[in-house]
């Protein structure tokens, strides 16, 4: 059975497709934690202030995940860093289990003397710059371990009485200290609706979708319509409203296609492809710098965002915003050929 295009690029979305076995019901025994944290066939994968370790000394090598053994890092890192456990990596007849360690608690100069002894050559290095060259599992895990370590970093503190907060179930809860307060807080993601709005004309049936520059975008770059979920708001509600003070469209529909995590630092992005049949954009100004209809034939003219001499740019390769409008373009392939129009440059 052969995929077709659309399900290719959803399954091939950055930061989904984890290979790991979460345990999520092991890992809540603390005995079992220590056995799997203590096992000769654990894993670690080192961060750094929000930075993956990986092998290579610049952007332009092509990055490897690095995990280290056990005895490869310093007994004081061991004592001091935040631990999580991400879960285990079969394969090959072995089982690993896999640690984020999060060393931002180490002084710089101490890091990078112990880097600098370590047998490969390596890096700490932002996710996004380099997700492009990561196999997706390796990218999932990765950020799987990021978006973890920053959520650990953030509730250091009881958000109810103020007291410290402790780890606990594998680096997946935090505990409050205070014992007659004992709240227990676990790892948040900020739910984000992110939608492609596309203008259906029922007199001449020419289909645009709208792309805005979002104030803080690079340069060039247009993109679609993004926003948090509000408290008591459905995601499909949160569509209409961010497309509304956005650009002050209406919307009559919106269909959910794909979600991705997105832990820059803790969203899930939830993708829409929504319509409208209102023409007129309001831009909202404190929001966005630009907002316009696009054909398919002019997005296909729009370069990279890495193109420094383009006008116009794509998002991002690893956004799902990206997707949303390559899905978007293959459908408006589809249906030029099914009603043989000839597609103007
Ligand atoms: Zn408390």
Not at 205 to 226: N, V
Request: hydrophobic share 35%; net charge negative.
């Amino acid at each position: 059975m052969t995929n077709s295009p659309a399900q290719t690029n959803l399954r091939n979305l950055s930061y989904v497709g984890m290979p790991l076995d979460r345990n999520s019901v092991l890992r809540e025994d603390s005995q079992w934690m220590t056995s799997q944290y203590q096992s000769p066939q654990a894993l670690f994968q080192p961060l750094y202030h929000h930075a993956n370790l990986v092998s290579g000394q610049s952007a332009s090598e092509t990055p490897k995940a690095i995990y280290l053994k056990y005895s490869e890092i310093p007994p004081n890192f061991h004592q001091s860093c935040q631990l999580v456990y991400l879960g285990d990596l079969k394969g090959g007849g072995t089982n690993h289990p896999i640690f984020a360690i999060d060393l931002s608690v180490i002084p710089e100069e101490t890091v990078n003397e112990w880097r600098n002894r370590l047998k490969v050559t390596s890096q700490f290095t932002d996710l996004r710059r380099m997700s492009a060259f990561l196999l997706q599992s390796e990218a999932a895990i990765l950020g799987y371990a990021r978006g973890l370590c920053f959520w650990h970093q953030n509730h250091l503190f009881c958000s109810r009485c103020g007291h410290t907060t402790v780890s606990t179930r594998g680096g997946h809860m935090r505990k409050c200290t205070n014992d007659t307060c004992a709240k227990e807080v676990y790892p948040r993601i900020d739910p984000a609706v992110i939608m492609l709005v596309e203008l259906i004309d029922p007199t001449d049936g020419i289909e645009k979708c709208l792309l805005g520059r979002h104030k803080g975008l690079p340069k060039g770059i247009y993109s679609t319509l993004a926003g948090y979920v509000d408290q008591g708001e459905s995601m499909e509600e949160a569509v209409a409203r961010e497309v509304m003070e956005e650009a002050g469209l209406l919307i009559h529909n919106a269909d959910y296609i794909a979600s991705q995590p997105w832990p820059f630092p803790s969203a899930l992005m939830i993708g829409f492809r929504a319509q409208t049949k209102e023409e007129n954009i309001t831009i909202a100004l404190d929001e966005l710098e630009d907002a316009q209809w696009f054909s398919a034939d002019q997005i296909r003219q729009f370069g990279e965002h890495t193109d420094t001499n383009v006008e116009k740019a794509l998002p991002r390769k690893d956004s799902i915003a990206r997707t949303l409008i390559e899905l978007w373009l293959q459908d408006k392939t589809s249906s030029l050929d099914l009603s043989h129009h000839s597609s103007t440059q």
